[in-house]
């Protein structure tokens, strides 16, 4: 397809969808960046997540999962006291979506699998009606010649399977593997990129120690370090599964990584500051490089002894084709010696004096450069994928259209820094924006707009942003 062809057509109007390629002035000076730069074989992509635009919570036989549970029952956990039993209506409109995605010249499409959606009661009788569903998605997405990232969990564990215990119960790595072998033999002649799990980290964090996402635990800690400990066995096994199953897969798994700054020099928040990046960045990590919990430098990881059986620290290793590095922004630590665990606390962003977005994260590029050359720095990391990047500012759209200039800075700004990793000789080979489209954000609700599509959830309208329509011109090498 020629420049001018491209261009018509994405000037026309899908269904629903306002798109015409119309971008402001002080857009256009793209200024040195180019596709080019990164290489021909680069994966450029977008992101999502099931639960966070499916909707359709209980139709065609999908079960309860434990956020269906948490917004039903425990909504004063959701600011905006709002769920995802709708969200972006992607179980119905998955067509016209991937059809968007093909307008905006986007490769590759990173979306996660739903296990109530798949197998209901978590292990057992599988749904049809699930698998079909994701059947059919993946085929739109060859068909429209967009590659399809897969990631198996993505944070909507089976409710029955939490009424058993869930992470912390140590059968749910044999939950896992049967779960992750269905999707295997169901979508493995078709999809070769595969992630295990997104973000353990977080799910882990968030939901046994904070208590802000499901399943809302609040600092149960035997709870969080059995689920630590079970999740990353759960990584590897997923691991083999499909290095068992899928013919010629690219496997891997995604971790968050922080960048973490003390405040100053003084020995106490550099060491706080150690810790912090112990907890944060390398416990899902390196026990899977073969390296083992970080105790040596966060003593509070000894209570996890009690969960390692003899054996495991062989079983958690596995050869990860790639690692999915996830980045938002950076901390900046100080020592804290009565907070539990970290005995370190965070300053303030705004204390930090930079821009700050919806999520009240500092805008700091740099941040995703020192993870991706933290990854590259350990010697069985083979390649690094980054696998979500992105920000939510609010949008204001003026006569139809979203002119997000600070979110298009933002993407622009790390992708300068990914490009910066790259040509410093690290092996990172893709970026996945987060997200495709605005969705709901978890204990946020659906204020924080990620997408560089919009949504109007009362319309379920798409709209292109304007840091969508910049993204595509750069993939068609107009800049």
């Given at each position: 397809?020629?420049?001018?062809e491209?261009?018509?057509l994405?000037?026309?109007?899908s269904a629903?969808?306002?798109?015409?390629?119309?971008?402001?002035?002080?857009?256009?000076?793209?200024?040195?960046?180019?596709?080019?730069?990164?290489?021909?074989?680069?994966?450029?992509?977008?992101?999502?997540?099931?639960?966070?635009?499916?909707g359709a919570?209980?139709?065609?036989?999908?079960?309860?999962?434990?956020?269906?549970?948490?917004?039903?029952?425990r909504?004063?956990k959701?600011k905006?006291?709002?769920?995802?039993?709708v969200?972006?209506?992607?179980?119905?409109?998955?067509?016209?979506d991937?059809?968007?995605?093909?307008?905006?010249?986007?490769p590759?499409?990173?979306?996660?699998?739903?296990?109530?959606?798949?197998?209901p009661?978590?292990?057992?009788?599988?749904?049809?009606?699930?698998?079909?569903?994701?059947?059919?998605?993946?085929?739109?997405?060859?068909?429209?010649?967009?590659?399809?990232?897969v990631?198996?969990?993505?944070?909507?564990?089976p409710?029955?399977?939490?009424?058993?215990?869930?992470?912390?119960?140590?059968?749910?790595?044999?939950w896992?593997?049967?779960?992750?072998?269905?999707?295997?033999?169901?979508?493995?002649?078709?999809?070769?990129?595969?992630?295990?799990?997104?973000?353990?980290m977080?799910?882990?964090v968030?939901?046994?120690?904070?208590?802000?996402?499901?399943?809302?635990?609040?600092?149960?800690?035997?709870?969080?370090?059995?689920?630590?400990?079970?999740?990353?066995?759960?990584?590897?096994?997923?691991g083999?599964?499909?290095?068992?199953?899928?013919?010629?897969?690219?496997?891997?798994?995604?971790?968050?990584?922080?960048?973490?700054?003390?405040?100053?020099?003084?020995?106490?928040?550099?060491?706080?500051?150690?810790?912090a990046?112990?907890?944060?960045?390398?416990?899902?990590?390196?026990?899977?490089?073969?390296?083992?919990?970080?105790v040596?430098?966060?003593?509070?990881?000894?209570?996890?002894?009690?969960?390692?059986?003899?054996?495991?620290?062989?079983?958690?290793?596995?050869?990860?084709?790639?690692?999915?590095?996830?980045?938002?922004?950076?901390?900046?630590?100080?020592?804290?010696?009565?907070?539990?665990?970290?005995?370190a606390?965070?300053v303030?962003?705004?204390?930090?004096?930079?821009?700050?977005?919806?999520?009240?994260?500092?805008?700091?590029?740099?941040?995703?450069?020192?993870?991706?050359?933290?990854?590259?720095?350990?010697?069985?990391?083979?390649?690094?994928?980054?696998?979500?990047?992105?920000?939510?500012?609010?949008?204001?759209?003026?006569?139809?259209?979203?002119?997000?200039?600070?979110?298009?800075?933002?993407?622009?700004e790390?992708?300068k820094?990914?490009?910066?990793?790259?040509?410093?000789?690290?092996?990172?080979?893709?970026?996945?924006?987060?997200?495709?489209?605005?969705?709901?954000?978890?204990?946020?609700?659906?204020?924080p707009?990620?997408?560089?599509?919009?949504?109007?959830f009362?319309?379920?309208q798409?709209?292109?942003?304007?840091?969508?329509?910049?993204?595509?011109?750069f993939?068609?090498?107009?800049?």
């Amino acid at each position: 397809m020629t420049r001018k062809e491209f261009l018509q057509l994405s000037s026309l109007i899908s269904a629903g969808t306002i798109f015409p390629f119309k971008l402001p002035a002080e857009i256009l000076s793209y200024d040195e960046l180019r596709r080019s730069d990164f290489g021909n074989d680069f994966v450029w992509g977008t992101a999502t997540a099931a639960y966070q635009i499916e909707g359709a919570w209980n139709e065609d036989g999908k079960g309860e999962s434990i956020w269906d549970h948490f917004v039903h029952f425990r909504n004063k956990k959701i600011k905006t006291r709002e769920t995802g039993d709708v969200a972006c209506d992607f179980y119905h409109r998955y067509e016209s979506d991937i059809a968007l995605m093909r307008q905006m010249n986007i490769p590759a499409f990173r979306f996660s699998l739903s296990w109530p959606r798949i197998l209901p009661q978590g292990t057992g009788a599988l749904n049809q009606k699930g698998i079909d569903f994701y059947h059919r998605v993946i085929d739109q997405c060859l068909e429209k010649n967009i590659e399809p990232w897969v990631t198996c969990y993505h944070w909507d564990m089976p409710q029955a399977l939490q009424d058993k215990g869930g992470w912390t119960n140590r059968d749910v790595i044999s939950w896992f593997e049967e779960y992750v072998a269905v999707c295997a033999k169901n979508f493995g002649d078709r999809v070769k990129n595969w992630m295990v799990m997104n973000e353990p980290m977080s799910f882990t964090v968030l939901g046994y120690i904070l208590g802000w996402h499901a399943p809302g635990y609040f600092m149960k800690q035997d709870k969080f370090y059995a689920a630590v400990h079970h999740a990353t066995l759960s990584q590897s096994t997923g691991g083999r599964v499909l290095r068992e199953v899928v013919a010629q897969a690219n496997i891997g798994t995604t971790t968050i990584y922080t960048h973490i700054e003390p405040k100053n020099n003084q020995p106490s928040n550099v060491k706080a500051a150690v810790r912090a990046d112990a907890f944060l960045n390398r416990l899902f990590v390196e026990p899977l490089l073969g390296l083992g919990y970080p105790v040596h430098e966060l003593h509070d990881l000894k209570q996890m002894e009690k969960f390692i059986l003899t054996g495991d620290e062989q079983k958690m290793v596995f050869d990860f084709d790639f690692w999915g590095l996830q980045n938002y922004t950076r901390l900046v630590v100080k020592n804290m010696a009565l907070i539990p665990m970290l005995h370190a606390s965070f300053v303030s962003p705004k204390k930090l004096k930079g821009e700050i977005t919806d999520m009240k994260w500092e805008v700091y590029p740099q941040a995703i450069y020192h993870g991706l050359k933290r990854m590259a720095s350990y010697q069985n990391v083979k390649q690094i994928i980054v696998t979500e990047n992105g920000a939510a500012f609010p949008d204001q759209p003026v006569n139809g259209e979203i002119n997000d200039t600070r979110r298009l800075n933002y993407i622009r700004e790390n992708m300068k820094q990914v490009l910066r990793a790259k040509q410093e000789g690290v092996n990172v080979n893709g970026y996945f924006i987060w997200s495709f489209m605005d969705n709901f954000e978890w204990a946020e609700g659906y204020k924080p707009r990620f997408g560089i599509v919009g949504v109007d959830f009362a319309t379920q309208q798409r709209t292109v942003k304007a840091s969508g329509k910049w993204f595509s011109e750069f993939l068609v090498g107009k800049m």
